[in-house]
């Protein structure tokens, strides 16, 4: 008898390690539950939010569970910690499916770590899919082209300065609600995110934002409340304004004709940072509106659907 109801107990045992480490695969729709369960701690529920799992997309997981050490995500080479924000929202995290990721299954694994030192681990299968994106040929400035060698060094100097705003991300949540449209009536595509385009007919590169159509002179609003990480006049970019939002998710607003804000300056959802211009490598004014999310740009667009609160 005791030994059969050691039995059944190992069965147990091996049908709740089947429970957690079975991949679930992760859909492509607005919301989808993941899993939920009771564990010792309490009740821990995931969920997953996503436009889709085209590569340049972003997505997101929402985690509510008893309180943690540490609870984190193995992910196309990277592991990414979510972010605590409220007793109502749990925790998040956002990925970016870089463009040119390889397609089909990858594997993220999951690791919350909790006080008493016990580990929970789930692995998911999160299935990419290639994205289709046009070619365009554009025509500009013969100086963004064959830039000067003085004006190498101010690209590479402005590539560094850039580089290191994302290397220190705040990682606490500075966001508040979700991410609005940074023009008044959402502006227009006129430029859509992972564009193959060629310059003057020589020079190749992937278009890794959105370009908005606007009038000159309309007030750009920012996306997301946080802090002003960069103001500056970019060779390539013109009149730039970063905001870091924390957890790693950063915007941009390019070839501004004028910035109204200052570095370290905190701006809430909607405060104008500037004006729409056509500084930098233009055909045209427009806004051109860039995401981030650790160190990889991803569709704008694609974070407006997620929920922030
Ligand atoms: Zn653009």
Redesign the pocket.
């Known amino acids: 008898m005791i030994e059969s109801a050691k039995c059944r107990l190992c069965l147990l045992f091996l049908f709740a390690v089947f429970l957690f480490f079975a991949a679930a695969p992760l859909q492509a729709s607005a919301r989808s539950l993941l899993f939920e369960t009771e564990t010792e701690q309490g009740f821990l529920c995931l969920r997953s939010y996503s436009r889709s799992f085209t590569e340049g997309d972003a997505f997101m997981l929402q985690l509510q569970s008893p309180p943690f050490r540490s609870a984190s995500a193995r992910f196309n080479g990277r592991v990414y910690e979510f972010v605590r924000v409220s007793e109502e929202t749990g925790s998040f995290l956002f990925f970016p499916l870089e463009l040119g990721m390889d397609e089909g299954r990858h594997e993220l694994l999951l690791t919350i770590v909790f006080p008493d030192k016990s580990v929970i681990e789930k692995r998911l299968d999160v299935t990419v899919a290639r994205g289709d994106f046009p070619s365009v040929s554009l025509v500009v400035d013969p100086k963004f082209t064959a830039p000067a060698p003085e004006e190498m060094k101010r690209i590479e100097r402005e590539r560094k300065r850039v580089a290191e705003i994302y290397e220190k991300p705040h990682r606490v949540w500075l966001g508040s609600g979700d991410f609005i449209m940074p023009l008044e009536g959402g502006g227009g595509v006129s430029?859509p995110f992972g564009v193959k385009r060629i310059f003057n007919n020589e020079v190749y590169s992937r278009?890794?934002?959105?370009?908005l159509r606007s009038p000159p002179g309309s007030p750009v609003r920012s996306a997301n409340s946080g802090i002003v990480a960069l103001t500056d006049s970019l060779f390539f970019a013109g009149r730039t304004v970063i905001i870091d939002h924390g957890a790693e998710l950063f915007t941009l607003y390019?070839?501004l004709a004028e910035i109204t804000v200052t570095e370290g300056e905190w701006v809430e959802r909607g405060d104008v940072i500037g004006k729409v211009g056509a500084t930098g490598r233009?055909t045209g004014p427009?806004l051109?509106?860039?995401v981030k999310i650790a160190a990889v740009e991803v569709d704008p667009l694609s974070i407006l659907g997620l929920p922030f609160e």
């Open positions: 430029g278009h890794r934002g959105v370009d390019c070839h233009v427009h051109h509106w860039g």
